[in-house]
């Protein structure tokens, strides 16, 4: 302990001594206060010029901001005109076609009449569709401008071999429109066929269609005014079979009022069936159906 103190009374000793022993520097002193106080107003004075400068960005959004109001105001005007000019323009109208009218030919039933009344011998409802239920869509009348066919060689036979026929005029004819039936029953395919219908012009007669019971693709159909008639002419296409069943020709057609006589009009059929070249034909009277079972 006391080799500590006299370590520390030492030391104070030597400071005391030192510092008498400083002299200050008067001159350093103010010198240095000098700098100082002028490396101070420069501090200020730069601030103060950064305050002072007004921002450059800052006036370019200015402007920006303002370019972009005139910009938004002046489209705005221009719709508003826009508007104004469309309501006090003239209504436009827009052509719209009508609606295609279904033609009477496309259906069999007959075509409507005001005047229309069912003749007392008809035997059934002439509202009544004629073609068979199940039965293809009726042709199209052929136009003027088809081309004319032969007509085949007229015979009586209605049955030869396998095949077998019918004349009849459809029960739903009435006294404006009438139906005329051709029948063909075949025990065999047929590898051949032309069905020719031919409806006497007893007056106004002329074409409204025409249908078949087997595919209308198998089929090439042409009708004619010939000689007096009205022919209808279906003939199978090349490549093409009928089947065995019974099938089913029909012409329609419209003619003068009132009840019309068949007596004149007639059908024949020409074919092939079991390698073997076939005729039939007949009119339109009344056949007992059992000649059809033979």
């Not at 003027?144 to 071999?161: C, E, I, M, R």
């Not at 329609?252 to 019309?260: A, E, L, M, T």
């Amino acid at each position: 302990m006391t080799m500590q103190r006299d370590v520390h009374d030492g030391l104070r000793a030597r400071l005391h001594e030192a510092a008498e022993a400083y002299e200050p520097n008067r001159e350093r002193i103010l010198a240095r206060v000098e700098r100082g106080m002028a490396g101070e107003v420069t501090g200020q004075d730069r601030r103060a010029h950064r305050a002072t400068r007004p921002p450059v960005w800052g006036w370019t959004r200015i402007v920006g901001a303002t370019a972009a109001v005139a910009g938004m105001l002046a489209v705005g005007g221009y719709a508003v005109a826009s508007a104004v000019k469309d309501d006090t323009s003239s209504p436009q109208t827009v052509a719209v076609s009508s609606p295609p009218v279904e033609s009477p030919h496309a259906t069999s039933r007959p075509p409507a009449s005001p005047k229309a009344t069912p003749s007392s011998g008809s035997g059934g409802d002439t509202g009544k569709s004629a073609q068979p239920s199940g039965s293809p869509t009726p042709s199209a009348p052929a136009t003027s401008a088809a081309p004319a066919v032969a007509l085949l060689p007229g015979t009586d036979d209605d049955d030869d071999g396998p095949l077998w026929s019918d004349g009849s005029v459809d029960p739903h004819s009435n006294d404006f429109w009438a139906q005329s039936n051709v029948t063909l029953k075949a025990k065999q395919e047929v590898t051949a066929l032309t069905v020719q219908l031919r409806i006497a012009q007893t007056g106004g007669v002329s074409s409204a269609g025409a249908w078949r019971s087997l595919p209308e693709d198998d089929f090439t159909l042409t009708v004619t005014e010939q000689d007096g008639f009205l022919v209808y002419t279906w003939v199978l296409k090349e490549g093409r079979t009928v089947p065995a069943g019974e099938w089913v020709f029909a012409g329609q057609y419209d003619h003068d009022r009132g009840g019309r006589d068949a007596a004149g009009d007639s059908y024949v059929i020409t074919g092939e069936s079991d390698a073997e070249a076939r005729s039939l034909g007949g009119d339109f009277a009344s056949h007992d159906a059992a000649d059809g079972d033979s």
